[in-house]
């Protein structure tokens, strides 16, 4: 039977390094540290998601600044309001909430943030780092899966690891931190389900992450013995929360696996703050 690879458990640890190294840089900047969150709309998911995350903010004496624009406003309108964020220099970070209305492009909007602001790591500048390997600052969802993997003690070297999404948010950055750890990655998506593949893929990984937003996607008998599987995937079915993996299934077959809630997403909300603590070291 799998252990449980618990992220709210990591998150703790993590959270408590985090306020030592906060104290330190709030002295210098002699002021909190402050992110700004800029939403657009009324969605319930982003409501959730700025929930969480002031309350973790809070928790670390982070200054969480909520900007809600109306649904019809200009994407003009956004960019003007980034542009002084930038400007802003009691400010440290800037994230746009998803999901944005239709006539707003996330990419376009997303490159007016200043990448020294960026903490959610996804300015090309950031991301270009992050093929060299030289990211401070890397996607907050890939950086809580790699922690997890370390908190297993694997060693990701000539490891067959599969990816099930290639999301620019999760699956794509996550490609990349594994290939820094030399493992062997295969990355998988809606593509490979149409050829019929997936299990043919998922059979043979030795660590296993999965960010489709499908419930069961991946069944559990496809999951390799002593396999290490890290579910990304957030599903409402019945409402329960539930991943993309059969969970049962799937944990009498692998060594180490994440619960869905309290895995990834704990962790995920920790590593925005650790980039906004990154965000802070580099400028000061
Ligand atoms: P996305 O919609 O941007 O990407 C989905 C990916 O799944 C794509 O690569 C697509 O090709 C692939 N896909 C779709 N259907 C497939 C199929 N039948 N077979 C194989 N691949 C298929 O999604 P995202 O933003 O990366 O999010 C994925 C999931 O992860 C969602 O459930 C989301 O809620 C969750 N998520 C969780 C966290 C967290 O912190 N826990 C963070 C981000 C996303």
Not at 63 to 68: F, K, M, P, S, V
Not at 77 to 93: M, Q
Not at 116 to 127: L, T
Request: net charge positive; aromatic share 4%; hydrophobic share 45%.
């Amino acid at each position: 039977m799998a252990k449980l690879l618990e992220g709210k458990i990591l998150a703790q640890k993590l959270k408590q390094d985090l306020s030592k190294e906060i104290v330190g840089l709030q002295a210098k900047l002699a002021r909190p540290l402050a992110l700004e969150s800029i939403v657009v709309g009324d969605h319930a998911s982003s409501s959730l998601y700025c929930n969480a995350q002031k309350k973790t903010a809070e928790s670390l004496n982070i200054e969480y600044r909520l900007h809600t624009l109306g649904a019809a406003v200009p994407e003009q309108e956004l960019i003007g309001l980034i542009e002084r964020l930038n400007r802003d220099e009691t400010s440290d970070g800037i994230l746009v909430q998803m999901p944005l209305p239709g006539h707003i492009d996330y990419k376009r909007v997303s490159r007016f943030i200043a990448p020294q602001k960026d903490v959610e790591g996804m300015h090309p500048a950031n991301i270009g780092k992050l093929l060299f390997g030289k990211a401070k600052i890397v996607p907050c969802t890939a950086a809580a899966v790699m922690a997890l993997l370390k908190e297993t003690a694997i060693n990701l070297r000539g490891k067959s690891c599969v990816i099930v999404g290639h999301s620019e948010i999760v699956g794509k950055p996550l490609s990349l931190l594994l290939l820094d750890e030399f493992a062997t990655v295969s990355v998988c998506h809606i593509a490979t389900s149409e050829a019929g593949r997936l299990k043919d893929y998922v059979q043979q990984a030795e660590v296993l992450a999965v960010a489709v937003g499908k419930a069961g996607i991946v069944k559990g008998e496809w999951i390799k013995k002593d396999a290490v599987v890290i579910d990304v995937g957030i599903n409402r079915v019945a409402d329960k929360t539930v991943g993309d993996v059969e969970f049962d299934e799937a944990a009498k077959r692998a060594s180490w696996i994440t619960p869905v809630p309290g895995g990834v997403g704990p962790l995920t909300v920790v590593m925005l703050m650790k980039n906004l603590v990154e965000a802070v070291k580099q400028k000061i």
